[in-house]
RNA sequence: GUGGAUGUAGCUCAGUUGGUUAGAGCACCAGAUUGUGGAUCUGGGGGUCGUGGGUUCAAGUCCCAUCUUCCACCCCA
């Protein structure tokens, strides 16, 4: 029994999440990026240096006696706040360094579906430029990883939090009331334009004419092209807000440039991001069969957050989060096959001929073919291991194939079994 | 963290206003078949009814607590 939101992964769950990791970790050494480890646990004062809020989902770490210090420490609840603190900690890094990381992540919310108390985070971030080009290559490479997992059904939504900076300005309201103001915007997809207007004309920060102005960003909503020009003249008085918009019109031209398909992203006013520590574009992937999942990837650029730990880069970056994005494909169901256990299994039918068998399996291991030596003598339980492991091979052999020097080769596929010569096995097997 | 549902065999579930040894299908195991799985037949094992208390002559069924999972809020992957 384990603790509410952490679980188990069967082998079955677990080969196909490790398969999706996989290609996760493929597509970014194509893209350019190196691996970085960082340890699961971490001082309280680097974790909670961004946001004294986040304490409430930190997990505390107690320590063991022998180790004694006084030490406040936790678990990581993302892996941005260790990079930012391996990138202050090591200046001699590349100046433009691009890692990624897939690890456990924790957080101590309250477990639903698709969220866990433990989740494995795929992150990629690129460290050390401004430029919107590299925004753009993060959501080309989980664009990537998607068609690769042959998911096309997905929708990249884009924002900049420079054009949501622009907001009080634009409106006229106290730019200390922009958070409240942002968690009204972040519910347009699920809770739609009409309460949303309610809710903005009902706030106590809001006058009137600062509501309606608002409202006027929000039914512009989504877009791309005709999205960028009509942001641009709502938000012509506004500074950041064009200089946020000169970004994404820079990231729209790279992403159709780099081939991904118009129908998987957009630019969305509502896309805003929790996390306080985004100061760029920012952006949110959902798989279009199953939007009540939420958010499967999202991230967005943090600039100043290194700076925090004491060496000023501008850095951005993007995660898939594992545990959610299985859930909702398990639920839409498109994960992915994932090849796991024995294609060929060998058996010997007396205890005398198990030498051989081992000596068979060793060669077909040695041809790369996945190879279970099936440990007793006895046909009836080897073929069935055979079967429930999903092997499309059983090879038998006893005393009278070893006095032939031949094996009988099952394919359980079919049903068919051959005798075949011993020095032929690896070309049936194999091919 | 707040509010609300849920929990019976490995899985999906049934179980009548509390009333004898708690059932079904699938799965599993054994035999028919001591060198051949997946079909068929026959037989079989398996549940302290999430856990712990309480009410009652009697609790799967009622009450309380606790845990799990799920839903909403919050937050987010």
Same mark, same amino acid.
């Given at each position: 029994?384990?603790?509410?939101?952490?679980?188990?992964?069967?082998p079955?769950?677990?080969?196909?999440?490790?398969?999706?990791?996989?290609?996760?970790? %493929?597509?970014c050494?194509?893209?350019?990026?190196?691996?970085?480890?960082?340890?699961?646990? %971490?001082?309280?004062?680097?974790?909670a240096?961004?946001?004294?809020?986040?304490?409430?989902?930190?997990y505390?770490?107690?320590?063991s006696? @022998?180790?004694?210090?006084?030490?406040?420490?936790?678990?990581?609840?993302?892996?941005?706040?260790?990079l930012?603190?391996?990138?202050? $900690?090591?200046?001699? &890094?590349?100046?433009?360094?691009?890692?990624?990381?897939?690890?456990?992540v924790?957080?101590?919310?309250?477990?639903?579906?698709?969220?866990?108390?433990?989740f494995?985070?795929?992150?990629?971030?690129?460290?050390?430029?401004?430029?919107?080009?590299?925004?753009?290559?993060?959501?080309?490479?989980?664009?990537?990883?998607?068609?690769?997992l042959?998911?096309?059904?997905y929708?990249?939504?884009?924002?900049?939090r420079?054009?949501?900076?622009?907001l009080?300005?634009?409106?006229?309201?106290?730019?200390?009331?922009?958070?409240?103001?942002l968690?009204?915007l972040?519910?347009?997809?699920?809770?739609?334009?009409?309460?949303?207007?309610?809710? &903005?004309?009902?706030s106590?920060?809001l006058?009137?004419?600062?509501?309606?102005?608002?409202?006027?960003?929000l039914?512009?909503?989504?877009?791309?092209?005709?999205w960028?020009?009509?942001?641009?003249?709502?938000?012509?008085?506004?500074?950041?807000?064009?200089?946020?918009?000169?970004?994404?019109?820079?990231?729209?031209?790279?992403? !159709? @440039?780099?081939?991904?398909?118009?129908?998987?992203?957009?630019?969305d006013i509502s896309?805003v991001?929790?996390?306080?520590?985004?100061?760029g574009?920012?952006?949110?992937?959902? +798989? +279009? #069969?199953?939007?009540?999942?939420?958010?499967?990837?999202?991230?967005?650029?943090?600039?100043?957050?290194?700076?925090?730990?004491?060496?000023?880069?501008?850095?951005?970056?993007?995660?898939?989060?594992?545990?959610?994005?299985?859930?909702?494909?398990?639920?839409?169901?498109?994960?992915?096959?994932?090849?796991?256990g024995?294609? $060929?299994?060998?058996?010997? !039918?007396?205890?005398?001929?198990l030498?051989v068998?081992?000596?068979?399996?060793?060669?077909?291991? %040695?041809?790369?073919?996945?190879?279970?030596?099936?440990?007793?003598?006895?046909?009836?339980?080897?073929l069935?291991?055979? #079967?429930?492991?999903?092997a499309?091979?059983?090879?038998?052999?006893?005393?009278?194939?070893?006095?032939?020097?031949?094996?009988?080769v099952?394919?359980?596929?079919?049903?068919?079994?051959?005798?075949?010569?011993?020095?032929?096995?690896?070309?049936?097997?194999?091919?």
């Open positions: 029994m384990t603790l509410s939101g952490f679980r188990d992964y069967l079955g769950e677990a080969a196909v999440r490790q398969e999706i990791v996989r290609v996760f970790r %493929e597509t050494e194509l893209f350019g990026f190196v691996p970085l480890e960082t340890p699961a646990v %971490e001082r309280w004062d680097i974790l240096k961004d946001r004294e809020t986040l304490d409430v989902i930190i505390n770490v107690q320590g006696k @022998e180790e004694g210090d006084g030490t406040k420490k936790g678990l990581r609840f993302d892996l941005t706040v260790p930012s603190r391996v990138v202050a $900690a090591n200046p001699n &890094l590349p100046r433009l360094f691009k890692r990624y990381q897939a690890g456990p924790w957080r101590g919310e309250r477990p639903q579906a698709g969220r866990y108390r433990e494995i985070q795929c992150d990629a971030d690129i460290v050390g430029t401004r430029s919107p080009v590299a925004d753009a290559e993060l959501v080309r490479l989980m664009g990537r990883v998607f068609e690769r042959n998911i096309r059904e929708l990249v939504r884009i924002n900049n420079k054009i949501l900076n622009g009080p300005e634009l409106a006229g309201f106290a730019g200390e009331h922009l958070p409240e103001v968690r009204i972040d519910k347009l997809e699920k809770e739609g334009l009409p309460r949303i207007t309610s809710a &903005l004309e009902e106590q920060f006058s009137a004419p600062a509501a309606g102005r608002i409202l006027e960003v039914k512009v909503a989504s877009g791309r092209e005709q960028l020009s009509a942001l641009r003249d709502i938000f012509a008085g506004s500074g950041v807000a064009q200089e946020g918009i000169g970004e994404l019109a820079e990231m729209g031209r790279m992403l !159709v @440039e780099s081939g991904l398909p118009a129908e998987n992203w957009t630019f896309i991001r929790g996390l306080a520590y985004y100061t574009p920012v952006f949110e992937t959902t +798989l +279009l #069969k199953c939007p009540e999942m939420g958010s499967v990837c999202s991230g967005g650029r943090y600039d100043s957050l290194t700076g925090v730990f004491g060496l000023n880069k501008p850095a951005t970056g993007i995660s898939l989060g594992l545990d959610r994005f299985y859930a909702a494909l398990d639920r839409i169901q498109a994960l992915p096959a994932a090849h796991a024995p294609a $060929a299994v060998v058996i010997a !039918v007396d205890p005398g001929s030498a068998a081992g000596n068979l399996a060793a060669d077909l291991r %040695e041809n790369q073919v996945r190879t279970t030596l099936y440990p007793e003598s006895r046909v009836r339980d080897g069935a291991y055979a #079967k429930a492991a999903g499309r091979w059983a090879l038998i052999l006893g005393e009278n194939e070893m006095t032939q020097g031949t094996v009988q099952k394919d359980l596929a079919t049903g068919e079994q051959k005798t075949v010569p011993r020095a032929q096995v690896g070309s049936v097997v194999g091919g």
